[in-house]
């Protein structure tokens, strides 16, 4: 399953949001950067912290526009 995610597009964008982050919020990105991110159909919003991985809703993620992905992640902190 973990190599299944590596090349999951939906996990790319997050990470690229992540990575897109650190121009300008270094601290938020590596808090981000350092979690495992989890698939979770079942979430109601596109992300949630549970303290230690970093779940997203694939169809609420694939809406939003980098922008919006990058503002959610931020939320999360």
């Known amino acids: 399953m973990l190599g299944g995610m590596m090349n999951d597009p939906v996990v790319k964008a997050i990470q690229a949001g992540i990575i897109s982050i650190a121009f300008s919020e270094v601290a938020a990105s590596a808090k ?25 809703n694939r169809e609420r993620v694939k809406s939003l526009t980098i922008k919006e992905l990058k503002a959610e992640l931020l939320s999360l902190l």
């Open 32 to 56: 981000l950067g350092r979690l495992p991110i989890r698939s979770n159909a079942g979430l109601d919003v596109a992300f949630r912290l549970d303290g230690t991985d970093l779940h997203f």
